[in-house]
């Protein structure tokens, strides 16, 4: 059914960017729900939507702006589709968020690929931040955003780097790499191989893969004549990087695996258990205050905030919120030039379930350094410096090592 504005509610949207007339915000949340990672999606929103309820029981959003004694917006969180890999679709879900629905913003996209296409048809024509807690592609880095494009994960240059130092630090020096057709995983296969060989590592060959087969084994072949003593498989845990790992095991071609972020999840361990013991890579992931107090609220929330990109995407919606308050206005075009500011140094530092005292700060003219629970710190263009958690798999588990 067609939404129809009153002369009323017209004009307030002509006069400019202040606040909505209701007593709500909507944020888009655009993720992968459906595709080659659709099993990380779910714990990604949840800890955004995590994010946005702190903020609406606080009261405190924009609260008395309009020189009333009025209390807080409430923040509403409309979830659409990316797929990741369709970036058709995913350029019609965020249009139907900002046309339909009428988000103020997009916490997302999820994936480099459908990330560069919703900011270049939707958000830069409709002058609409987005924040993806997930897209690594190093592309995205040098993207023309018109300052609207910003990302709590580091980009994949930095985990290129990260990889490299693990596996040598393991005392490997030959490895194969497979990847999934696609930005992100050229993107991370090309960063990978130029920090390895820089290091004076061999990559014995370097060879896409595509998503949806039934079979692998042709891929394997050829990754396996070129031999190396592990496969660096960059591609998507709920499609070929699967597949990929699944066909190498019954060859026998490798039984050692390096696992970058699209792969580390549960559903990794459920497909292979101990089968990959030894195995190992790296997510983004710090330790810190904040992430404890993180995955205790999510606990209490009743889902997984050790998932890969759950504290990335609760820190992606903190940004948004606290710099609408920082501009007092719900306007893109308003707030997008708080992000940086409220993100970084000078100010009071600001740890999750601390949203509140955050809106207090700002709404008295103060200042905050907006720490979170993946220990924000934007570098230009408006991304993550970088750390990261190395993990092995042991007895069929995900164990984490340290952390870069």
């Given at each position: ?5 009153t002369a009323?509610a017209v ?5 400019g960017p ?18 080659p990672?659709?099993?990380l999606?779910?714990?990604i929103a ?9 903020v609406s029981d606080?009261?405190?959003l924009?609260a008395?702006v309009?020189?009333k004694?009025?209390?807080g917006?409430?923040?509403v ?8 890999v369709d ?6 879900a965020a249009?139907?968020?900002?046309t339909?629905?009428g ?5 997302g ?8 296409a919703v900011?270049?048809n939707?958000?830069?024509?409709n002058?609409?931040?987005m924040?993806?807690?997930?897209a690594?592609?190093p592309?995205?880095?040098s993207v ?6 910003f990302?709590t ?6 985990q ?17 790499v497979t ?5 992100y ?7 990978f191989?130029?920090a390895?060989?820089?290091?004076g590592?061999?990559?014995t060959?370097?060879a896409?893969?595509?998503d949806g087969?039934a079979?692998?084994s ?5 990754l396996a004549a ?5 496969l660096?498989?960059?591609g ?7 597949g990929?790992?699944r066909?190498?095991l019954?060859?026998g ?13 549960d ?6 258990g101990?089968e ?10 710090s330790?810190s ?7 205790e609220?999510?606990?209490a929330?009743g ?6 990109y ?8 903190a ?9 007092k206005s719900?306007s893109?075009?308003d707030?997008?030039?708080?992000v940086?500011?409220v ?6 530092k600001?740890?999750?379930?601390e ?5 207090q ?6 200042d ?8 924000v ?18 007895d069929?588990?995900?164990?984490t090592?340290?952390?870069?």
């Amino acid at each position: 059914m067609k939404r129809l504005l009153t002369a009323t509610a017209v004009a307030a949207l002509l006069a400019g960017p202040a606040l909505a007339q209701s007593d709500d915000v909507k944020i888009g949340v655009l993720l992968a729900f459906t595709g080659p990672l659709e099993s990380l999606a779910p714990p990604i929103a949840a800890g955004a939507e995590l994010a946005m309820k702190e903020v609406s029981d606080s009261g405190k959003l924009l609260a008395g702006v309009d020189g009333k004694d009025s209390a807080g917006l409430k923040v509403v969180p409309v979830r659409g589709d990316d797929t990741c890999v369709d970036a058709a679709a995913a350029t019609a879900a965020a249009e139907r968020l900002v046309t339909s629905d009428g988000v103020k913003a997009i916490v997302g996209a999820m994936c480099s690929g459908v990330t560069g296409a919703v900011l270049s048809n939707v958000a830069m024509p409709n002058g609409i931040v987005m924040i993806s807690p997930s897209a690594t592609s190093p592309g995205l880095s040098s993207v023309e955003d018109n300052g609207l494009f910003f990302r709590t994960s580091p980009s994949d240059a930095r985990q290129g780097d990260i990889m490299a130092q693990i596996i040598l630090d393991r005392g490997l020096k030959d490895v194969a790499v497979t990847y999934t057709n696609n930005d992100y995983g050229k993107g991370l296969a090309d960063s990978f191989q130029k920090a390895f060989e820089e290091m004076g590592g061999k990559v014995t060959l370097s060879a896409p893969h595509e998503d949806g087969k039934a079979d692998y084994s042709a891929e394997i072949g050829a990754l396996a004549a070129a031999g190396g003593e592990a496969l660096v498989v960059a591609g998507y845990v709920d499609q070929g990087g699967s597949g990929i790992i699944r066909a190498a095991l019954d060859t026998g071609a490798f039984d050692l695996f390096v696992l970058p972020d699209g792969m580390v999840a549960d559903a990794l361990t459920e497909k292979f258990g101990d089968e990959i013991d030894g195995s190992f890579g790296q997510l983004p992931g710090s330790e810190s205050e904040g992430g404890d107090k993180f995955l205790e609220m999510a606990k209490a929330a009743g889902f997984d905030g050790t998932s890969v990109y759950s504290k990335e995407a609760y820190d992606a919606a903190a940004l948004i919120m606290l710099s609408m308050e920082a501009a007092k206005s719900t306007s893109s075009n308003d707030f997008k030039s708080k992000v940086m500011d409220v993100a970084n140094a000078p100010g009071e530092k600001i740890y999750p379930g601390e949203l509140a005292k955050a809106l207090q700060i700002l709404a008295d003219g103060g200042d905050v350094d907006y720490v979170g629970a993946s220990a924000v710190e934007l570098i230009e263009p408006g991304e993550a410096a970088g750390v990261y958690r190395e993990i092995e798999i042991d007895d069929g588990k995900i164990v984490t090592m340290g952390y870069r």
